[in-house]
């Protein structure tokens, strides 16, 4: 019994996705009181009819009271969770107990954050963010709205079973030399190759990284690329993890294996028969991967997922990443699967992208000048403390002149544009007043409008990409360095880590770069992992999963340590700081979260990123690290002992975490 649901103001539906059993009892409830011959109601029709009611309330409460409701529960147990971001109204509901309000509120904001991933700066205009969620044409809104209910479900799926989106930050695949070399192999000649090449019609790769399964191998960045936040990285392995699903209900490994440390054996399969191609070549190139014979295949159940659309594999995806110059850079997202489970992915630079920077400072200055009206200055105190308005009207009319010839329709914007100079600037207008607060607005929807023109994923057209032989070129490359690997890496991605005595599993993260290290946790009957498996291994990961959603409770209140017994088990959690050379830094205390604000994590808010600029006020001349342990241990241990077990870990840790990923 789950729904979200995003709707405007008006109690339009703009997008919603339900499970099945959510589906029924909306059908059984508005199918009753239909009239026998009639058919039921449009489900979306239901859908609307269902929530009118909860938006047309939310509505009242922010006009009369400047409120609103954060959540609620009714008498049959449903929660419901809303939040309003800007104009849109994000309801998320549980009514089979399965989610807390916690769980529905970082859905919510991980359904924000994908929105802002697919569609950039269009998000911060109600009006055109409506026009991309319902599109008038009835086929373009269903393919969107299934794109978006995949992604949702993708990500509820690594939420549910992937320790990297439970603590939400990326796992590194443990092994030195291959990360280094790989990391080499990207720079030095497949990034090299392609940015030299004539034919990748103006892109340029920034970033180029390979992932097996969620794990990331290596990560490469050009030196004029921003760094790439964690919140963005998160987002785009979701939408990797849409398009080459990890079929995590199949994993399979040879028992041979069972009672074996991976990190220590190096596995080499005997060759395979021809017949058995995991990847079919393009043209007449020869294969490069093929699998095992049964008896000694590693994991060949996690190598099937679905089928790559046939449509045009080689067309990019767009995708808006933050970057220095603006938070939404738009950038072309390319998917290469090696084979089933290991995907190389590349993120390039699109012509034109320098508009985007133009529009973003163009409506920030709209944004600020919206602010400090809305505040009740006026006049002179209205332009304080942002770039001079004066310097800002001849730098956008050059714009808008450019614009125009780039066939961007630029009338509206030159007519709101004359509008806004009438009321701002001459004598007969009103000045700098809450009467300009309208033409501010119409300011930024049409700052919005001109990104959306350039940037959208309709205008993308088929020359703007890298062209299909580059892509296979590349694809070729990679799979040429990895051919030795490939079953190696399969198998190391379930058997990440060696665990130590007494310790029942840990979640190591360096806050500061978003990377984790954990052992793994495979929950399925035939699946071998540190903690064994079936039952077993699922017990242990319904007690990693509440010692997480306990620590990040605590967390909010203020506390960066938890120690707490259950059962047969011993809790423990640190949040800690430390500078460049590894030196603890002093406790000290740390603000507790609002009640009604964004969750703990790093694909919500960036929470950690706050927290560290928090705490780099009393250390302003230092490069700060923040860290975080999480550790089960058996309760027969004594305490003082697990916790000089845990300061030993965190000391061992320490070291690999220093593998230069990006």
């Not at 921003?226 to 199949?250: E, H, N």
């Not at 021809?274 to 994991?299: I, L």
């Not at 003082?640 to 593998?659: G, M, T, V």
Request: charged share 25%.
């Amino acid at each position: 019994m789950k729904c979200l649901l995003v709707a405007n103001e008006s109690a339009e539906v703009l997008f919603y996705w339900t499970d099945t059993e959510f589906e029924q009892q909306v059908q059984k409830q508005y199918g009753v009181s239909q009239e026998e011959g009639e058919g039921l109601p449009a489900f979306e029709d239901s859908i609307n009819t269902l929530f009118a009611p909860i938006i047309i309330s939310c509505s009242t409460m922010v006009d009369r009271l400047m409120d609103n409701y954060t959540s609620f529960s009714t008498e049959n147990n449903h929660i419901y969770v809303l939040h309003q971001f800007e104009e849109c109204l994000y309801i998320a509901v549980n009514g089979d107990g399965d989610e807390t309000e916690e769980d529905l509120k970082r859905k919510i904001y991980v359904m924000k954050k994908l929105t802002e991933i697919m569609f950039g700066m269009v998000t911060l205009s109600g009006a055109l963010l409506r026009k991309e969620l319902r599109p008038q044409d009835t086929e373009q809104r269903n393919r969107l709205w299934k794109k978006l209910r995949s992604l949702l479900e993708t990500y509820s799926r690594l939420r549910e079973n992937d320790q990297s989106f439970l603590v939400e930050a990326v796992e590194r695949l443990i092994h030195p030399t291959l990360c280094e070399q790989c990391i080499e192999f990207l720079e030095r000649r497949l990034v090299q190759q392609i940015n030299s090449n004539m034919d990748r019609a103006g892109e340029e790769v920034l970033h180029a990284f390979i992932l097996v399964q969620t794990k990331m191998l290596a990560f490469y960045s050009s030196r004029s690329a921003s760094s790439l936040s964690t919140s963005d990285l998160l987002a785009l392995i979701i939408l990797v993890q849409d398009l080459y699903p990890s079929k995590i209900d199949l994993d399979d490994t040879p028992e041979e294996l069972e009672n074996s440390s991976i990190p220590d054996v190096f596995y080499t399969p005997e060759p395979s028969p021809p017949e058995r191609e995991s990847v079919r070549p393009r043209g007449d190139s020869p294969p490069v991967f093929q699998f095992v014979d049964p008896d000694v295949q590693m994991a060949e159940d996690s190598l099937q997922t679905l089928e790559v659309p046939t449509s045009d594999p080689s067309a990019p995806s767009r995708v808006f990443l933050e970057a220095k110059e603006c938070p939404m850079m738009p950038h072309s997202m390319y998917c290469l699967s090696l084979c089933p489970g290991i995907t190389l992915v590349l993120l390039t630079k699109i012509p034109n992208s320098h508009v985007a920077v133009s529009a973003y400072c163009f409506l920030e200055t709209f944004v600020k000048l919206e602010k400090r009206l809305c505040e009740g200055h006026e006049g002179a105190a209205a332009m304080r403390g942002q770039p001079s308005i004066q310097e800002q009207r001849s730098k956008l009319e050059k714009f808008i002149k450019a614009w125009a010839s780039m066939d961007i329709q630029t009338s509206q914007l030159q007519n709101v544009w004359t509008d806004f100079k009438n009321k701002a600037f001459s004598r007969s207008g009103s000045g700098f007043t809450r009467d300009l607060l309208p033409s501010c607005r119409n300011m930024k929807t049409q700052m919005c409008g001109v990104y959306r023109q350039f940037f959208a994923t309709e205008c993308m057209g088929s020359s703007q990409r890298l062209a299909p032989h580059l892509q296979e070129r590349a694809l070729n490359m990679v799979q040429e360095k990895l051919m030795h690997w490939k079953d190696f890496l399969l198998v190391k991605s379930k058997r990440n880590i060696t665990m130590f005595p007494g310790l029942i599993h840990f979640i190591y993260v360096d806050r500061s770069d978003g990377r984790m290290i954990a052992p793994s946790l495979n929950v399925t009957d035939h699946a071998v992992s540190e903690l064994g498996k079936g039952p077993l291994a699922d017990f242990i990961k319904s007690k990693v999963w509440s010692l997480v959603a306990t620590a990040q409770q605590y967390l909010q209140k203020g506390y960066t340590t938890v120690t707490l017994r259950d059962g047969d088990y011993f809790y423990c959690y640190f949040l800690w700081f430390e500078n460049e050379t590894g030196y603890k830094l002093e406790v000290i205390d740390i603000p507790s979260s609002p009640d009604n604000g964004a969750p703990v994590g790093m694909l919500t808010c960036d929470y950690y990123r706050k927290l560290l600029r928090y705490y780099s006020k009393k250390h302003q001349n230092e490069v700060l690290k923040c860290y975080e342990l999480f550790t089960v241990h058996l309760g027969v241990i004594p305490s003082e002992y697990i916790l000089q077990h845990c300061s030993q870990l965190a000391r061992k840790l320490w070291e690999p975490s220093r593998i230069p990923l990006l």
